[in-house]
């Protein structure tokens, strides 16, 4: 990507939360690809797959595995990514806090609800960024979906899981807008995107993704990171993804051995 397309990603990605990178990843998407396969078939502890009630097929996803195949682990290391991470969130430093893979198999019918990353993270940062990096076509009536500018509402709206069951018992916090039924008051991004591309967006970010209603596979990996002054934060339950054998104070530097910072190295 030349400089201009860059600062033109930067500007966009700090004003709505949310930019495209074009074929930023494209060198990595064979590599990524084979690593979804043997993850399907070597799944983690994390793993949550989502087999909807209709008999139809499945959501695979899985959590904090990028380290674990080779194709992952190219994409994390060997590509740009982590300047580029460093770049979009102004910061000094990228460090990588987790992946997620979500493979909608042809005709899954999940939505993804409308949600915000940050409440679900046992990390808060200023400067975040997930690159959602496609490795299939997705046309723009089944891409994910951004409200933009909803980074800087200052809001955190509760978590849920993507049954809809909430995350935190008890947790009183607000429930996300009625965004589908009121699509006119938002102003809503979404990119029709090819192999390699990347939708780049902040924690904070509402966003949601439609169904998978086609007979193609949707796979996709989302990788998280964090810069300059993150810090752990102890929420009120089990956070998503969960590190159970992780000991950390609220507040303390967003550090340690399973996130390490990649840029600089
Ligand atoms: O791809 C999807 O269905 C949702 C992805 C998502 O919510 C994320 O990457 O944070």
Known sequence: MNQADMSRCVEEFQRDGVTLLRGAFSDWVDGARRAIEENKSKPSWRERTYRPDDGGAAFFQDYCVWSQFDGYRALVEDSPMAELAAQLMQSSSARIFHDHVLVKEPGNSVVTPWHQDKPYYLVDAE???SFWVAL???PRDRTIEYV???HSWGKSFKPQRFDGT???EGDSSDVVPDIDNNRDDYNILGWAVEPGDAVAFQFG???GAAANSSPDRRRVISLRWVGDGATFAKRPGKTSPAFPDLHYSDGA????ADF????PR
């Open 127 to 129: 400067r975040s960024v």
């Open 136 to 138: 299939d076509p997705v």
């Open 148 to 150: 933009a500018g909803s």
């Open 166 to 168: 909430d995350l935190y």
């Open 205 to 207: 970010v509402l966003h």
């Open 253 to 256: 530097p967003f550090e340690g």
């Open 260 to 263: 390490p910072q990649l840029y």
